[in-house]
């Protein structure tokens, strides 16, 4: 099943320049910020096509000064950028000074958790609850994912699961959370499969034959945000 791509992504096998782990994460954050290149570009100070330059080209090794910039461009850290933090877990950084803890309306919830993202499962298993994070994607109001016949994930069926998404920005000391709770059922009916398939975002990450399709209808929801005064 092919991955839906914004019109900026590469397609798959087109030709140009690969690109780097650098590039990859400068493109990803800019993206979340609703940036365009040309607006990135005029907040680090540099010119749109050194941007991409950075962006499509695996070998680009910008010095200190010009990560720093496009840091502070995008809201970020230097070392976030360069990927110094990828084998940690989010909020390792400190709390701000004047934190502020918001609860979120049902829509705000609903805007944050859709398309798609990784989301943490918790279901009750035979000897104590369990969670489990998974690649997930909202169709129809409901939140969607595949998995394999006797996972952990399937000991939810015919009960009810709670589902939770967040975002930690380390930069800022802020994020979010989304808590769902509902039923969980498994997909059987060929035409839904189908459906399923067709409008989920991508594959599992995980590989390896994962054919069964899970459904989380959305019961209640709740959220929280921190953010700084």
């Known amino acids: 099943m092919a991955e839906r791509r914004t019109p900026e992504q590469a397609t798959p096998g087109a030709a140009g320049p690969p690109q780097g782990d650098l590039g990859r994460r400068i493109e990803r954050r800019r993206r979340e910020l609703g940036l365009t290149r040309e607006e990135t570009a005029f907040r680090a100070g540099m010119a749109p096509s050194y941007l991409a330059h950075l962006e499509e080209h695996s070998t680009a090794a910008p010095d200190s000064g010009t990560l720093l910039r496009l840091a502070g461009a995008l809201r970020t850290s230097p070392t976030e950028l360069g990927g110094g933090h990828v084998d940690l877990p989010s909020g390792i ?9 918001s609860e979120l309306s049902e829509q705000e919830c609903l805007r944050l958790l859709s ?4 989301g943490r499962l918790a279901v009750s298993a035979e000897d104590a609850p369990v969670v489990v994070p998974l690649n997930y994607s909202v169709v129809d109001d409901a939140i969607v994912f595949r998995t394999q016949p006797d996972s952990v994930s399937t000991q939810g069926v015919g009960r009810e699961v709670a589902f939770e998404v967040d975002r930690v920005d380390d930069a800022l000391s802020q994020g979010w959370s989304v808590l769902v709770r509902g039923p969980a059922e498994r997909v059987t009916d060929p035409d839904e499969v189908r459906h399923l398939a067709e409008r989920a975002y991508s594959t599992p990450w995980a590989g390896g034959e994962r ?3 899970m459904r989380i209808r959305i ?3 709740t959220g929280r945000r921190i953010d700084v005064w």
Do not use: C, E, I
Not at 93 to 99: K, M, V
Not at 115 to 118: F, I, L, R
């Open 93 to 101: 950084g400190q709390a701000a000074r004047t934190p502020r803890l």
């Open 115 to 118: 398309t798609h993202g990784v």
């Open 211 to 213: 054919d069964v399709w």
């Open 219 to 221: 019961g209640t929801v």
